[in-house]
């Protein structure tokens, strides 16, 4: 099956271990030197409705994807939380 990294944002992420949902994959991290996918990127999920921010964003290494369906992507439970990344718009930089 072919994927393109467009097509992973429509998947959901679950944990083989436990069959909990982790979310939709929002990001990708690509090693520019390599030319290899590094991880998948969730980010963490709001909190009061945004007005406090978010939970922290989920980090799934490559090594750690068991399985790429149609519909959703099976991970390992071996997944840690990353501290949230300030994401500003380009428009403020």
């Not at 799934?60 to 990344?85: H, M, R, Y």
């Amino acid at each position: 099956m072919v994927c393109r990294i467009v097509e992973l944002r429509h998947k959901e992420v679950i944990s083989s271990g436990n069959g909990c949902r982790i979310g939709y994959v929002d990001d990708v991290e690509v090693d520019t030197v390599t030319s290899q996918v590094r991880a998948l990127v969730v980010f963490g999920r709001p909190r009061f409705f945004g007005f406090f921010g978010r939970s922290e964003d989920v980090i799934i290494p490559w090594a750690d994807i068991q399985l790429i369906g149609e519909d959703t992507i099976l991970v390992s439970g071996n997944i840690k939380f990353t501290q949230k990344k300030q994401r500003i718009p380009k428009s403020f930089v």
